[in-house]
C-alpha cells in the first residue's frame, strides 16, 4: 500500500459523510440550488484538511456554474511532502433525487495518482456497465438485441430474467422499447447513474446492465468503482449540438472513440461514496434525535478491496467545515437545521 492510500483512505470517507450530511438537510424541500450548494460548500471546506496537493479533474464545471470544486482547481493542503493527485468530484449525484427525496442520491470522491483521471469535454456520452461476469464480452457499438441476447448465454439467464437499468428520458425511448420487445425486465431511473452502473457489478446485483445516454463525468466516476469491483464500463462522447462535436474534433479528440475502464481510471485509484438517500448500492442518510448515521463504501482499484463503513455521528459534538466567500468556517451541524 503507498503512502497515500494508508494516509487518505478514510478521509475521503469524512468528506463525502460530511457533504451527504449537509445536503440531506435540504431533503424534500425542492430546492435543488440549495442541496447543491451545501454539498460543493462542505466538501471544498473539508477537502483543505488532507494532506494532498490535489488538482481537480472531474468537478463541478461549467454545467453548473460552480465557484467550488471547478475543473483546475488545487485542493487540499499542499504541504511540501504531500501526494500530487487527480481529484474526481461530484458532491451530489442526483440533486433533484436528494430535493424531492427520491432514492439514489450519493456523495462521490475519487483520488488518483496525477495524470491517470482524463478529461473528456463533452457533457454527454453513450454509457454501457457491466458485472465481472459480463466485462469484455458486450460491445457498445453493436445493438441492444445483440448485447441482451449475449448477455443471457453468458448469465446463463433466459432474455425475461435479465433487468436493464437506465435513465427515463425522451431521448431512450427506442432503446426501451427494444429491450421491451425483448421480454426483458427494465429499470428506470430519474436521476443518480454512477450508483445505477456501479449496481450491476455488486456481489448480488438486483440489476444486471447499465446503458444509456448520460453524464461524461459521471462515467469517469463510476469507472473507478468498476474497476475495483471487477466490472466493466464502455463509454462513446455523444455531443449534442454541432458546437460541442467541432470543439471535440478541433482539442483532437475522436468522436467514434470508444473510452474503456482503463482509459477512464488509473490502476491505482480511490473511490469513496456516502449515501444520501436510500439506493441500490448504499442507506441514505438517518437521523436519530441527537444523532446521524450515514452508510459509506470505500475501495481501491490496484487490490480491488472493498469496504463499507456505518459511522454514528453525534450532533451534540459535530462540526462541519465549510468554506464560504473565501474563508472557512466550522459551525455545529444543528445550526443549520432551523
Known sequence: ??????????????????????????????????????????????????DVKGTVIIGEGEKDNAPMLYIGEKVGN?????????????????TRLVAYGLPNAISVIVASEKGSIPYIPTFYSLKLAVGP?????LDINAPIRENLRVAAAALGMDLSE??????NRERHRDMIEEIRSLGS????????????AIATSLPDPSVNIYIGIGGTPEGILAA???????????MKPWPTSDEEKENLISGGYDTEKVYTTDDLIGKNAIFAATGITNGEILRGVRFQKRRAITDSIVMRSATRT?????????????????????????????????
Open 1 to 50: 500500500m503507498s503512502p497515500f492510500e494508508r494516509e487518505i483512505t478514510l478521509e475521503l470517507v469524512r468528506v463525502t459523510e460530511a457533504a451527504a450530511l449537509m445536503s440531506s438537510l435540504h431533503l424534500g424541500r425542492g430546492d435543488k440550488e440549495g442541496v447543491d450548494r451545501a454539498a460543493v460548500d462542505t466538501m471544498r471546506g473539508m477537502l483543505d484538511y488532507i
Open 78 to 94: 499542499w504541504e511540501m511532502d504531500a501526494p500530487e493527485l487527480d481529484m474526481a468530484v461530484d458532491p451530489v449525484d442526483g
Open 133 to 137: 461476469e459480463l466485462a469484455g464480452k
Open 162 to 167: 435479465l433487468t436493464v437499468i437506465l435513465l
Open 185 to 196: 425486465r427494465i429499470k428506470l431511473i430519474s436521476d443518480g447513474d454512477i450508483a445505477a
Open 224 to 234: 473507478a468503482a468498476l474497476k475495483s469491483l471487477g466490472g466493466e464500463i464502455q
Open 306 to 338: 472493498v469496504r463499507r463503513i456505518t459511522a454514528y455521528h453525534d450532533l451534540d459534538h459535530k462540526t462541519i467545515p465549510l468554506k464560504s466567500s473565501g474563508e472557512m468556517q466550522f459551525i455545529r451541524i444543528q445550526a443549520v437545521r432551523t
